[in-house]
């Protein structure tokens, strides 16, 4: 099972204003590497409901590289590689929208989402981090973008032990969920076919 789990923070309602980005490297079903980034948006304006959220506000952020200057150590950690994030729709979109505020290529990518994930491996209540972490006895700070990488790649592992599967395109398969992909150019979302009868097909413990 390999991987990379990303998760970012935001300063404003602005998909660009990225903040702070979480990501850990999932190599054999083992946690090998996890990086995180303070990110300076670009205008450093951080709106209260975004800085209650995660703690970040701006003049935690004044001496820190805008994300251009952070891409180079980024970009190799996500090129070719599958990534997932919990909500990939969000985060995904954030690498975009900040990748064109900055005029930088997409890398080459597929990327899945571990809500889509869980909705289809468990039968819970919330799909939301936290009440998986919760339930899955996962340690978790909600909102600080490591913890919640940290999060999104334990409830992928976790599917997998359910499933006992090994690597994630089997998984997708076996869910019949599509990945998403980004390349130099554009990007394709993922998806999830329509199904008839559509039911659940494995559930924890």
Request: glycine content about 4%.
């Amino acid at each position: 099972m390999d991987f990379v789990a990303i998760d970012f923070e935001t300063a404003n309602r602005y998909r660009d204003s990225a903040c702070a980005l979480g990501l850990i490297v999932v190599e054999s079903g083992e946690v090998v590497d996890q990086r995180s980034w303070l990110i300076r948006p670009y205008d450093n304006s951080f709106e209260p409901y975004h800085t209650r959220l995660h703690g970040i506000d701006a003049e935690m952020v004044l001496d820190q590289p805008e994300f251009h200057e952070l891409w180079p150590a980024i970009h190799p950690l996500l090129q070719g590689q599958m990534v997932v994030a919990h909500n990939a729709s969000f985060d995904m979109s954030v690498l975009r929208h900040v990748l064109d505020k900055y005029s930088l290529a997409y890398p080459e990518l597929t990327y899945a989402c571990s809500v889509k994930i869980a909705r289809e491996v468990w039968d819970r209540p919330s799909y939301k981090l936290s009440a998986l972490c919760k339930w899955l006895e996962v340690d978790l700070t909600h909102h600080q973008a490591l913890s919640d990488a940290n999060g999104c790649a334990q409830i992928i592992l976790e599917a997998a032990d359910e499933m006992e599967v090994w690597d994630l395109p089997t998984m997708l398969k076996e869910l019949q969920l599509n990945s998403g992909r980004l390349f130099d150019g554009g990007y394709f979302p993922s998806s999830q076919p329509k199904k008839k009868n559509s039911f659940k097909r494995y559930f924890h413990k």
